[in-house]
């Protein structure tokens, strides 16, 4: 069935659309949170599925619940409406083992075989009620059950910025023991964070495929909730523009994907495997970025005969 596919060119699972692509660009997309902003997504879908992305992942709601997730929904849509291979992201902090199974059995009976495997942040102040401890165990659970090609997290600037990158590096390479072929990226504003992170994996002989999570920042409040929430470091260039237009919505928009496009390409051109953009669910950026790279996309593409 996978010789088929390879020669239909679509690739289900993603380590196998890494081994056969020099250059892999994908977008993340989140579950919209009501009802009446379904048709906004489907046409964000409709927009995004034209720039021809390798894949759509799609986010799970933080703390967990069952009942509001939309993530196998949205998967399924992605997958089976717009033909975009679907990654289902899929946290385990608050999750008993049966209900991870429950949505494993969703997830494989609508035919999506990609899970991006997370632990997913500690709700403040909740008694945790999960089987799972760390996003290691759930891989090796989703492993041990078989069918899913498995995703996981990783983080250039560490976890927890400050401390000894070695640390988490030791448990990227537990979650690739237990069965991540593939990690994708924390954002970040520094690419040569992102170097360094590769140079000191290689190191510990971590060989899953690294794609490079890259958020293009376009208004105020998004950068706001990034400081608050992540540790990614804000380089002076970056604070330059923020500062500057933080006030002029437009000139802001655009000197953000500029910069998001400037990264991209250093990126590309440095030769990293690929590259996962964080659309925030706007298509109006993700073309603007993905329309200023496309030339390079096709040109390091097409140097591989499959
Ligand atoms: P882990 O890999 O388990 O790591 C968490 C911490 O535990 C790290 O400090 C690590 O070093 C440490 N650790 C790991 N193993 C061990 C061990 N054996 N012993 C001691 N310490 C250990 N959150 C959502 O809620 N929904 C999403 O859809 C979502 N998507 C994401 C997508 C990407 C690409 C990224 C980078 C993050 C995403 N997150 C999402 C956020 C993520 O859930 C949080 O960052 C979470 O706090 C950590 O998840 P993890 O899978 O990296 O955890």
Redo the contacts with the bound molecule.
């Keep these: 069935i996978t010789l088929d596919k390879k020669q239909g060119g679509i690739y289900m699972k993603i380590n196998e659309i890494f081994e056969n692509k020099d250059l892999v660009f994908s977008f993340?997309i989140?579950p919209p949170k009501t009802t009446s902003s379904v048709k906004t997504i489907y046409n964000t879908l409709e927009e995004l599925k034209d720039l021809k992305p390798d894949f759509i992942?799609?986010?799970?709601?933080?703390?967990?619940s069952l009942v509001n997730n939309r993530?196998i929904e949205l998967s399924s849509l992605v997958k089976e409406k717009y033909g975009v291979e679907a990654v289902a992201?899929?946290?385990c902090?608050n999750s008993t083992k049966k209900e991870i199974d429950y949505i494993l059995d969703n997830l494989k009976s609508k035919g999506i075989e990609n899970v991006?495997?997370?632990?997913?942040?500690?709700p403040e102040g909740q008694t945790l009620r999960g089987d799972f401890?760390?996003?290691?165990?759930?891989i090796s659970h989703i492993k041990e059950r078989g069918y899913f090609n498995i995703a996981?997290?990783?983080?250039p600037e560490g976890?927890?910025r400050g401390?000894d990158l070695k640390?988490?590096l030791?448990?990227?390479k537990?979650?690739e023991e237990s069965g991540a072929s593939h990690f994708?990226?924390?954002?970040f504003f520094d690419n040569n964070y992102f170097y360094n992170f590769l140079e000191e994996k290689d190191k510990l002989n971590i060989k899953s495929s690294i794609e490079a999570?890259i958020m293009p920042v376009t208004n105020k409040a998004q950068i706001e909730r990034i400081t608050s929430l992540?540790s990614a470091t804000l380089p002076e260039k970056f604070v330059k523009i923020v500062n500057k237009y933080e006030h002029e919505k437009e000139a802001l928009r655009d000197a953000g994907i500029a910069y998001a496009v400037e990264q991209i390409v250093d990126l590309v051109s440095s030769g990293v495997q690929g590259i996962?953009l964080y659309t925030m669910n706007n298509p109006y950026v993700a073309r603007k970025i993905t329309e200023s790279i496309d030339s390079i996309r096709n040109s390091i593409n097409k140097k591989r005969v499959v």
């Excluded at 991006?116 to 500690?122: M, S």
């Excluded at 994708?184 to 954002?187: D, F, G, M, P, V």
């Design positions: 993340e989140f992942s799609v986010t799970y709601g933080a703390g967990g993530t992201h899929l946290t902090i991006l495997a997370l632990r997913g942040d500690i401890k760390y996003a290691y165990e759930l996981a997290a990783c983080y976890y927890v401390r640390e988490d030791m448990h990227l537990l979650k994708i990226s924390q954002l999570g992540c996962h």
